[in-house]
Nanobody, 124 residues
Framework: QVQLVESGGGLVQPGGSLRLSCAAS????????MYWVRQVPGKGLEWVSA????????YYADSVKGRFTSARDNGKNTVYLQMNSLKPEDTAVYYC?????????????????WGQGTQVTVSS
C-alpha cells in the first residue's frame, strides 16, 4: 500500500520558518521525483518544488525561490521542505507528491502518488 504522510505544518508568524516532512512507503522512493504542491483556500493547486531521485537537482516556483529548500533522504524514504521568511500568502495546505518523471503539474491525477496534506498558516 502506497503512502505519503506529511507532517510539520502549523501556525507561524510572518518571517518565521517551518520544516515539512513527507514519509513515503509502499513504492521505490529513490526511483521517483518528489514534489511539493500547495492549495490556497478558494484557489487551485500551485506547484511549489521538485527534487530529483538523487537529490542533486531541485526546481522551485518563482513565488518561493530563495525562501524554500527541498531535500531528501533516500535512506529514510523522506522528503523535506524547509520554508523560511514565510509570508501570509504562503498559507495553504501543502501536499507531497511523487512522479517517475519531471512535471510541473497542478492536478493531483498527473502525479503517480499523492499525500493527504498538512496545513500551514502564516499569521500574526
Amino acid at each position: 500500500q502506497v503512502q505519503l504522510v506529511e507532517s510539520g505544518g502549523g501556525l507561524v508568524q510572518p518571517g518565521g520558518s517551518l520544516r515539512l516532512s513527507c514519509a513515503a512507503s509502499g513504492f521505490t522512493f529513490r526511483h521517483y521525483w518528489m514534489y511539493w504542491v500547495r492549495q490556497v483556500p478558494g484557489k487551485g493547486l500551485e506547484w511549489v518544488s521538485a527534487i530529483n531521485m538523487g537529490g542533486g537537482t531541485t526546481y522551485y516556483a518563482d513565488s518561493v525561490k530563495g525562501r524554500f529548500t527541498s531535500a531528501r533522504d533516500n535512506g529514510k524514504n523522506t522528503v523535506y521542505l524547509q520554508m523560511n521568511s514565510l509570508k501570509p500568502e504562503d498559507t495553504a495546505v501543502y501536499y507531497c507528491a511523487a512522479s517517475w518523471r519531471f512535471i510541473r503539474a497542478t492536478r493531483e491525477e498527473e502525479f503517480d502518488y499523492w499525500g493527504q496534506g498538512t496545513q500551514v498558516t502564516v499569521s500574526s
